[in-house]
């Protein structure tokens, strides 16, 4: 896992405890579902978790995203294209106001992010929102 | 029958396509050649409110010819709907007959006969004109630039867009919104929008470092005793389908909850009337209107598509207002009891033969060009073809900026942007400097000679493919195609990206395009910084000096299925 703690300036509402995940180099989607799986304790239901990126990164190495789950006690990020899906695991506390979180990440190309949360009484919820990274150049 | 002023929120769906427009009995009359200016202005004043929108002059100050899309696919849910017909099927949408004066003005059939027999659109003292007359009947009328406005011409690119500030500045203008303009550089931006006496607004422009909002997001108007709040969107992609490092400190994108943030902040503030003047291409506002609720009016910028009726998506009027100066709307709404209670439209064809300069305009227009006359209107050669670039792949003007890359650069392959300004020219038309700058002129204008493989070349086809026909709007950048020379492909618009296209193949020896093979290409437009190469108009003036008489023999390199 290469990403730094300078990638995960988390910006949120609340102080929000950033934990990163360990994920094996050359994840596919079978790694996401395990990763998913093992934080979840199953497949959750969609649904419930806002992710707000852009439709089309501006510079695929800096992305913001951010993250809501209401009543989530801990949201783990997935960036589901990258050779390592994982991105990190925010904690919330009764202290934040908010269950909500923001951050950079860097995309490898095209993928969808997806977001899995879990609420205080155990259960879990998640989404997942496709962010393109384009050539671009030609729009006018 | 235009009488509408009390017809409800209920009736608002049902009534749209029939009638409203005031577009509809002037057409035989300029059949019978009685075309007059009364006609074209005539409107019976409505409610309270009016709303005048120009939008996408690409700096065309003068009158030009301006040849609409024979080609203009929608994909999922856009799909065969208004603005993505042509020709004879948008005739038929809005019964319209074919040979009159808007079959002219909005389709390209005929387009050359016709344009011979009802002459050039636009001209800025003819806009003048029009606003002076809107202004004589409702003299609070708001009027709203959707921006694409400081760029497009050699006169914008020389004076860095300050020749079409000062004519905006006496057209006085309500608000701005931008998408071009940032290609001035934001150091530019900044100094002329510190001058300008009205608000330049982009909700979704934000500061990239800070995640802050950069520029006003909105104002409020109180007119004809109503408050309206107008809240700006430049075009979401600016920094994708343009060069991000002339303006590198700003974020934009669609910003779709930023909107309805700032719909609810100017509701809480007690507006009544909601406009968005918007630059996000006209399938994009389409499903912003159906995401975000309360918005009364989207004036709609960037794809450049004029229609005759106002498009309702729920209770959201979706005006779209054409290009080139080509086109002024006029939008009068009657707002009572804190909503639209009823409206009127008329979209205005600017026929520069029928509507009479204003001479101050002309004299103001005359000053922006006088110390570029010269150079302006030298003569480079001559067209035998008809010359236009709007349409989903390749026009004339294309392929002949393709043929100047292929032949002037020694390349195997051209690509050439597929933006949609750029005035036409008529078959036996003169080639002027300035008509090669209005297909050309930008500030990155460098023309690249390198090696690309095929794997890159079709790389690059799929990514701007997708940018195009993505089925979520939400996707769409609104340029056309990149258009292509010395190669030919097919493309199924309904594939997903990486499969739409196939059979690309070199024309010169008619082999399949081979993955691994390394071809010269050459192109302009880069959006990289440190593109290196002649500027564009220098490239393709120097090739219609070189032909003298430019001759375009029909391009079926591309083919296409669609729906």
Known sequence: MEMTRRDMFALAAGL?????????????????????????????????????APEIAENGNTVPIEVAAAGATSIMVLAAGNPSPGVGTFHFTEMCAESRASTRIRLAGTQDIVAVAKMADGSTKMARREVKVTIGGCGG | MLSRRDFLQTSFAASAIVGLSGFGNWAQLAAQQRLTQNQLLDFETTGNVTLVHLTDCHAQLMPVWFREPSIN??????????PHISGKKFLDAYGLKAGTPEAYALTSEDFVALAREYGQIGGFDRISTVLKSIRADRPDALFLDGGDTWHGSMTALRTQGQDMVNVMNALKPDAMTSHWEFTYGIDRVTEIVDELPFPFLGANIFDSEWNEPAYDSHKIFERGGVK?????????????????????????????QRMREVVEEVRGDGAELVVVLSHNGFDVDRKMASQVEGIDVILSGHTHDALPEPVQVGNTLIVASGSHSKFVSRLDLDVRDGGVKGFKF?????????IAPDPEMTALVDAQRA???????????????????RGNFNGTWDDLICQALLEEREADIALSPGFRWGPSLLPGDDITREDIYGATAMTYPNVYRSEMTGELIHTILEDVADNLFNPDPYYQQGGDMVRVGGMGYSIDVNKPIGSRISGMTLLKTGEAIDPGKSYVVAGWASVNEGTEGPPI???????????GRIEITPNSAVKTTAG
């Open chain 1, 16 to 52: 929000a405890a950033v934990g990163l995940i360990q994920m094996p180099a050359n994840a596919s989607e079978d790694a996401v579902e395990a990763a998913i799986k093992k934080f979840a304790g199953g497949m959750p239901e969609t649904g419930g978790v806002e992710i707000g």
């Open chain 2, 73 to 82: 696919i929608g994909v999922g849910e856009s799909a065969g709907l208004p």
């Open chain 2, 228 to 256: 309206i709040a107008v809240i700006g969107q430049a075009f979401p992609y600016l920094p994708i389908a343009n060069p991000g490092w002339m303006f590198p400190n700003l974020s934009f994108g669609i910003r779709e």
């Open chain 2, 346 to 354: 008329r979209l205005i064809p600017i026929f520069s033969d029928v």
């Open chain 2, 371 to 389: 110390p570029f006359k010269a150079e302006l209107g030298e003569v480079i050669g001559q067209t035998e073809s008809l010359l236009y670039r």
């Open chain 2, 537 to 547: 108009y220098d490239l393709v003036e120097q090739y219609v000096a070189r032909k």
